[in-house]
């Protein structure tokens, strides 16, 4: 956990009591209404993923993986995206980060080929898993 | 071993921007 934050992120906190000032002024200006928010910001600042309320190792790691793979998704890198968000398919399966990257994972291959395979691909795969998902659902479309 | 989170958020901003670096930023009530 803290070498995947320190290798990939700038990492600060602001304290609801300790930090106030900072705190009404950086919940404010990213909406952060309630402890624990955790936002990945990309370099720009800009917000690619959140996270509310306190999660459980395996479950908040993957969530962490899940915005910094939303983050290359964001600066159309699709290739590392993609690879990303398999990653968290293959190390945490059992998480709620798993299917949600799954669903990724094949955007991404799609948006970096602009072919629909990888969508109809992807749709196959929520057949034979994480069937009981949202993530499942919004695939179903691709055939 | 634990993160090192700074508190600094308006230098963190601006060097996640040079450094082209992502940014961890919490907001937290838990006893520091």
Do not use: C
């Not at chain 1, 992807?122 to 993530?135: C, G, I, N, S, V």
């Not at chain 1, 499942?136 to 479309?141: E, H, I, R, T």
């Not at chain 2, 090192?4 to 006893?31: C, G, T, Y």
């Amino acid at each position: 956990m803290v070498k995947f934050v320190t290798e990939n992120f700038i990492p600060a906190r602001v304290h609801v009591r300790d930090d106030s000032a900072l705190f009404q002024k950086y919940g404010e200006k990213y909406g952060a209404q309630w402890t624990p928010t955790i936002l990945e910001l990309d370099a720009d600042g800009v917000e690619r993923h959140r996270i509310e309320g306190f999660l459980p190792g395996d479950d908040f790691l993957s969530q962490l993986m899940l915005g910094r793979a939303q983050i290359a998704f964001a600066q159309q890198q699709w290739d590392e995206a993609e690879k990303r968000f398999r990653e968290i398919v293959d190390k945490f399966p059992h998480t709620d980060a798993a299917p949600e990257a799954l669903y990724w994972a094949g955007v991404s291959q799609y948006k970096g080929s602009n072919n629909n395979v990888f969508l109809k691909n992807t749709a196959q795969a929520f057949k034979e898993q994480y069937q009981d998902t949202t993530w499942a659902k919004k695939s179903s479309v691709w055939g | 071993m634990e993160i090192q989170f700074r508190h600094d958020v308006d230098n963190v901003l601006a060097e996640a921007s040079q450094q082209k670096k992502p940014i961890l930023l919490d907001f937290s009530a838990a006893p520091m």
